[in-house]
C-alpha cells in the first residue's frame, strides 16, 4: 500500500516563472490537504480539498497560489509567478474523508527552490 | 484567527529523562489533537493523536494528555533515547504548533 506521494522532490525555478506541485494520496483516500513549511519553522496550513471541491482554502495566499483535486489525477498546487519568498518545503498529507477528524498522513514534500 | 502556541521551541534532556512539550489552543470547536514528529529533511510523521472525548491516551513511552477546559494539552514522552532527537509539532485541527526541537543526549 503506498503512502502519499508528492512530485517533484525538489523543484527550482526562477522569479516570475510557475511552480506545479503534484500530490497523490493514499489509496483509498480522498481527502487532501497542502501545507507551507519555511526553514526551521512550523507547518502553515493552506488548503484543504476532496474531489472536485475546495473545503477550505482560508490559508492559502489571496493571489498566484491555487489548488485543485479532479476526478481524476493528482492534487495540483500551483504557484505563478513565484517570488524569492515562496522558497519553501510544500507537504501535502491525505485522509479517508470519513470524519471531519480523520489522521492525516503526510508526503515526504517538495522543496521549491526560487532563484 | 485560530493559533497554537507551543512551548518551549528547544528541549534538551539526559537519555532516560522525561520530556514534555506544552500546547494551548484557541479554537474551542477544535477536537482532534495529533503530534507529529520531523527529522531533519523528512516529512511529519505521526506519533499519537487524542480526540476530545477523551483527557489521556498512552502508546508506549508516549503519551498525550488534553484539558478541553483550559484548551490545553501536552505529550509526554519518558525513557527518552537518542533516536528521540527531532522536532516534534502539535496541532489543533489543522493549525499547528511552531515546534520544538528535542535533542536526547546519550
Known amino acids: 500500500n503506498a503512502g502519499v506521494m508528492q512530485n517533484p522532490r525538489h523543484l527550482v525555478r526562477r522569479r516570475g516563472q510557475e511552480a506545479r506541485l503534484r500530490c497523490s494520496p493514499m489509496?483509498?483516500?480522498?481527502?487532501v490537504y497542502w501545507y507551507r513549511q519555511l526553514p526551521e519553522e512550523g507547518l502553515k496550513f493552506m488548503v484543504y480539498?476532496?474531489?472536485?471541491?475546495?473545503?477550505?482554502e482560508s490559508g492559502m495566499p489571496k493571489e498566484r497560489f491555487s489548488a485543485e483535486f479532479p476526478k481524476e489525477g493528482p492534487s495540483i498546487l500551483r504557484i505563478q509567478q513565484v517570488v524569492r519568498g515562496d522558497s519553501a518545503a510544500y507537504f501535502c498529507?491525505?485522509?479517508?474523508?470519513?470524519?471531519?477528524?480523520?489522521?492525516?498522513?503526510f508526503g515526504p514534500g517538495t522543496r521549491l527552490t526560487v532563484l | 484567527g485560530e493559533n497554537v502556541e507551543q512551548h518551549p521551541s528547544t528541549l534538551s534532556v539526559q537519555e532516560g529523562d522525561s520530556a514534555v512539550i506544552k500546547c494551548t489552543y484557541s479554537?474551542?470547536?477544535?477536537?482532534?489533537f495529533p503530534w507529529y514528529k520531523q527529522e531533519l529533511g523528512k516529512r511529519p510523521q505521526l506519533i499519537i493523536d487524542?480526540?476530545?472525548?477523551?483527557g489521556e491516551k498512552k502508546d508506549q513511552r508516549i503519551a498525550v494528555t488534553l484539558n478541553k477546559t483550559a484548551k490545553h494539552f501536552s505529550l509526554h514522552i519518558t525513557e527518552t533515547q537518542p533516536e528521540d532527537s527531532a522536532v516534534y509539532f502539535c496541532?489543533?485541527?489543522?493549525?499547528f504548533g511552531q515546534g520544538t526541537e528535542l535533542s536526547v543526549k546519550p
Open positions: 498529507a491525505s485522509s479517508p474523508g470519513l470524519a471531519e477528524t480523520d489522521t492525516q498522513y
Open positions: 489509496k483509498g483516500h480522498s481527502h
Open positions: 480539498l476532496q474531489k472536485e471541491n475546495i473545503i477550505d
Open positions: 479554537d474551542s470547536a477544535s477536537n482532534y
Open positions: 487524542i480526540r476530545s472525548n477523551v
Open positions: 496541532a489543533a485541527q489543522l493549525i
